[in-house]
């Protein structure tokens, strides 16, 4: 609990209008960077965050875009604080950087950072961490180091007491291949945090900064209440669960393990990453502020999945074990362009661990990929070079112990973020939807049934390449309870004609397609919950007759016959359990091979 004695004590009326105060400000952020961004993946995707910190740099509201952030941009703010010092953050100043080891993820994610001052004191900061398209380094190849990966901006000046650095500017201009984009972003960032900081001060002087402090102490401290008693609920014990990823994208075929070891103990909940894999040659690694935000997420969606703002009160009964050197917390110089596939099989990992203890308020594993190919080429429209990411597709999710997983929804990492609308796509690029659709079947078979994944077919107008960096093809998504597996993500390609369905994973890089051409990109399911033979009989045929199931798997998984009309056919489905009886076991789960 905070103890400060200088905090004001302010009024339960107060503290709500200050809390929806301070909320309003990072939703007015949000909506002034899309409107003034220049790439899809900010203003149509929302592959950003924004927030407000309090001057020692603790989350006090982040506006809802990537959950995977929610350690990042405070230990982001944390840094800047430490390089500076409090005597050299002056009012107007505005501090950057895209450091990965500091950020915890990938060079793309430009984070600007300004101090908040009122009556000649530092109040807080505001932040926005973003999604450049583009930063130099090479385009489509498996890197092995940082240094290939782009421009890196140590922390730095952005503007020093309103004055920007221009040859700062001019260096980042130099170093990208679509200069007027990425400038067009960074001051759609500017515009963001400028935004919050003027909200803030008039926030401030309205109700002081002893109220406002105050208010914030006091929605910190409910926030960690509230987590702490939903802690109790959950049985002491340790528990630990296993999964793995496919591979690293150079090693192909070398699964790469991932280990999860939680404790609980009263009010307290620890989350052990000892045993995470070593860092990996490919770039699929993070930075410890990654690793970090992998537990608060779990810790968070498991005690106080609905308590708004999100602010780090909410973190204070979670301790998190991890040493450095992980995929979740690497050092230098390793890669990190693909820094947020892993840690969300962290996360489904650290659910899988817990479902024993609380099967309630468990989940089976989710797609967990961003199932998002890269392309690039040359317009034909404009002769200049254009790059583009086209997803995130959107997977299906975990059952529960009483609903279904949902369906074509993006991967727990990206929260808040949308997929690319095939309007824009075909307007902007040289590219053809041909199919969007839902891909029967991929949910995992239960009494509770996974979310199904989608599959999306992109014909190519004129030539461009394709990256893709697809994991969790092999290592599906995983039942609980009895539950079914899903369909794993997928990816084919298509060359005059003619389908190539036999990669060895999901992962391609800089393949040439020609008019004509295509890609296929495939999503996977969420795993089931439950004896499928517990499923009620109507459901199956519910599912049968809106695509979502096929009647091959009702019979042969659900043991469910359906006549002409796709109505139950009771006495036959009697007929065919009483012939094959499935066992309702957790040892002995009803799984779908699919695929």
């Known amino acids: 609990m905070n103890t400060n004695a200088e905090l004001k004590t302010v009024d339960p009326v107060t503290v709500e209008i200050i809390r929806n105060g301070l909320y309003a400000v990072t939703e007015e952020m949000k909506t002034n960077l899309t409107r003034t961004a220049y790439n899809l993946i900010i203003y149509e995707a929302l592959d950003f965050t924004v927030g407000l910190f309090t001057k020692e740099g603790d989350t006090v509201s982040i506006g809802l875009g990537l959950p995977m952030f929610i350690r990042g941009m405070s230990e982001t703010v944390k840094a800047k604080i430490r390089h500076f010092g409090y005597d050299n953050i002056r009012p107007g100043d505005i501090l950057v950087t895209n450091d990965a080891y500091t950020t915890g993820s990938h060079l793309n994610h430009f984070t600007f950072t300004m101090p908040v001052f009122h009556e000649g004191r530092l109040e807080g900061f505001t932040c926005c961490m973003a999604h450049w398209l583009d930063v130099g380094g090479t385009l489509g190849n498996v890197t092995t180091d940082i240094f290939s990966e782009g421009i890196q901006i140590p922390i730095m000046k952005y503007q020093r007491e309103g004055v920007v650095n221009q040859d700062l500017i001019d260096i980042i201009a130099m170093n990208v291949r679509l200069a007027e984009r990425a400038l067009g972003d960074l001051r759609a960032q500017i515009t963001a945090i400028t935004t919050g900081e003027r909200r803030y001060v008039e926030l401030l002087q309205r109700y002081g900064a002893g109220a406002v402090n105050g208010a914030i102490a006091q929605i910190m401290d409910s926030s960690e209440a509230v987590a702490r008693q939903n802690t109790l609920s959950i049985p002491d014990g340790v528990y630990e669960a296993e999964s793995f990823m496919d591979d690293d994208g150079l090693e192909i075929g070398k699964r790469i393990p991932i280990r999860v070891k939680v404790t609980v103990s009263g009010d307290e909940m620890t989350v052990d990453l000892s045993d995470v894999s070593k860092q990996v040659r ?20 498991l005690t106080t ?36 596939t892993f840690p969300m099989t962290v996360i489904d990992t650290i659910f899988k661990a817990l479902a024993p203890a609380i099967p309630d308020r468990s989940i089976a594993g989710h797609h967990a990929d961003l199932v998002f190919p890269n392309i690039h080429g040359i317009s034909p429209e404009d002769g200049r070079l254009f790059i583009v990411g086209i997803g995130p597709l959107g997977g299906g999710w975990g059952a529960k112990s009483k609903e279904d997983g949902v369906s074509v929804t993006v991967c727990i990492n990206d929260g808040d973020t949308h997929n690319s609308p095939t309007e824009q796509l075909e307007a902007k690029y040289p590219v053809l939807v041909e199919k969007y659709e839902i891909r029967r ?4 078979a239960g009494q509770y049934r996974g979310g199904l994944g ?11 390449t394709v990256t893709t960096r697809i ?16 369909m794993g993500n997928g990816l084919a390609v298509r060359h005059k004609g003619e389908w190539k369905t036999d990669h060895p994973n999901a992962k391609i890089f800089n393949v040439r397609l020609e008019r004509g051409d295509a890609y296929k990109m495939l999503s996977g399911g969420g795993g089931g919950f439950g004896n499928p033979l517990d499923r009620e009989l109507e459901r199956v045929a519910d599912d049968v007759r809106e695509g979502y199931v096929s009647a091959e798997v009702a019979r042969e998984v659900y043991r469910v016959v359906l006549d002409a009309r796709g109505q139950v056919d009771t006495e036959a489905t009697q007929a065919l359990r009483a012939q094959a009886p499935v066992a309702a076991s957790a040892a002995d789960p009803v799984a779908w091979a699919g695929q």
């Not at 092999?474 to 309870?481: A, I």
């Open 282 to 301: 490919g770039f699929y690694n993070s930075g410890f502020t990654t690793g970090i935000a992998c537990a608060q997420v779990a810790y968070k969606c």
């Open 305 to 340: 999945p609905t308590d708004y703002p999100v602010n780090d009160g909410s973190f204070r009964p979670l301790k998190v074990i991890m040493p450095m050197g992980t995929v979740i917390s690497a050092e230098r110089p390793y890669p990190m362009r693909v820094w947020m």
């Open 441 to 444: 079947d991929s949910g995992g």
């Open 454 to 464: 989608a599959e999306m077919v992109v014909q190519a107008l004129s030539p461009f």
């Open 471 to 486: 994991d969790r093809v092999h290592c599906k998504p995983w039942g609980l309870e009895g539950g079914g597996d899903a």
